[in-house]
């Protein structure tokens, strides 16, 4: 069944890439120019009433098909189809890779969301206040990596995505001499081609 990704330069669209890339699963791209205001056409909110981006449309028999609209359930989508597994086995580690891949969705995605919110609303003090939150917990994942050389452990995982999409979105904010863990993670992730295809994506 044919899969269509439309993204744009956004940590959620490049999220989801990323996962379908890391999966081996084949998939079209449409880009959506956010700026010409493509995600308000009615032909876009049919796919998505919210105009939001990524939206993952998997076409099925006799024109019926799955569309999904959350960057996280297309994460999941491609890891339950992936040749290598982007969660970990039943056990202690799948406990550990919940833990860290939703510190990363809610201490270091929402505000980063959040505090885009404000901008637009113009509240650039509290938009200021958020975005330096969001960095604040980045930074804390350094401790992270003391012991495994991935962010939930000993394999790449989609925890992995989360945070590398967060470190790219804010990579000249961060004092990279101060995380040598980070800075080592943030280069082995760089270099996974399935990475380099995600991110090139949008």
Known sequence: MAIRLYGAQTGNSRRAAIALEEAGI??????????????????????????????MVEEGKAGTGLVVT?????????????????????GQEVALFFDRLFYFITEVIAPN???????????EPGAQFLAARSIEALVQAEPFLV????????????????????????????????????????ARISARPGVVRGMAAF
Request: neutral net charge; glycine residues 4%.
């Open 26 to 55: 084949s998939y079209s791209v449409s880009r959506v120019d956010l700026r010409a205001g493509e995600h308000k056409t009615a032909a876009f909110r049919e796919l998505n009433p919210r105009g939001l981006v990524p939206i």
């Open 147 to 186: 012991d495994a050389p991935y962010i939930a452990g000993d394999r790449f995982t989609l925890a992995d995505i989360a945070a590398y999409t967060c470190a790219f979105a804010v990579r000249q904010d961060l004092d990279w001499s101060e995380l040598p863990l980070l800075r080592a993670w943030y």
């Open 113 to 123: 969301g959040s505090a885009f919110a404000l901008t637009q609303q113009g509240n």
């Open 70 to 90: 959350q960057s996280n359930a297309i994460m999941f989508y491609a890891a339950s189809r992936s040749r290598e597994r982007l969660t970990p086995d039943p």
